[in-house]
Every structure is written in C-alpha cells, then in structure tokens.
C-alpha cells in the first residue's frame, strides 16, 4: 500500500503565489509519475499537471506559465508551484501516483486533497 499526503494549501490573494508539496510513502520500487489534479465545487476533476520519470511534463491551457511542477526522486516528492494566482484557480487539489510495489504490480493512488482558495 501507498500513501500520498498533500500540504501547502491555503488561502492567498489574488497575483499571489503557493507552492503545494506531495509526499508518496509505503511500499514503493519506482514512482512511475505524479501529477496534480483539482476539483471546484460543482465540477469535475481536472488534470492541472503531470510530470513522468523522463522528466517530461503536461499542463492545463489553463495554467501553463503560471503553475510549474517538478519532482524530487530522492524523496518521493512532487511539488507544484503556483503563480499568479487567480479566484477560478480556488479548489480542493489532489496528488496521484503511478507506483510498482516491490513484488507488486503498478497501482494508481490518490492523496486526500488540499484546499487553495484564491481571494479577488
């Protein structure tokens, strides 16, 4: 079993910035990708960013030059950082996860989200 924890969100002001951060932990061999995904009251989950082993990424139109994720291996880590920020940006943010277990076949995870709310 895998899990992802989210922190980082919170409440900030419009043009500003946050920077959220996802922790995979458990019985992990290789994170094949992460990825950021967020949901707005009423509306489906959306990818916001996707990053994979080669290091090639993936953005919403709607984020691309204000949002950037990257990943740190050695920690299991996925970070997205948000710029200029804007109110439609407000929503509960999850991290997933492409893990293979040790003896184990590759799963899918989600963590339990973050909320970021963007105030005009």
């Known amino acids: 079993q895998v899990q992802l924890v989210e922190s980082g969100g919170g409440l900030v002001q419009a043009g500003g910035s946050l920077r959220l951060s996802c922790v995979a932990s458990?019985?992990?061999?290789?994170?094949?990708?992460m990825g950021w995904y967020r949901q707005a009251p009423g509306n489906q989950r959306e990818l916001v960013a996707h990053i994979i082993n080669g290091g090639s990424t993936n953005y919403a139109d709607s984020v691309k030059g204000r949002f950037t994720i990257s990943r740190d291996h050695a920690k299991n880590t996925v970070y997205l950082q948000m710029n200029s920020l804007k109110p439609e940006d407000t929503a509960v943010y999850y991290c997933?996860?492409?893990?293979?277990?040790?003896?184990?076949?590759?799963?899918?995870?989600w963590g339990q989200g973050t909320q970021v709310t963007v105030s005009s």
């Open positions: 458990g019985n992990i061999f290789s994170i094949n990708a």
């Open positions: 997933d996860a492409y893990v293979t277990g040790y003896s184990d076949s590759t799963r899918h995870y």
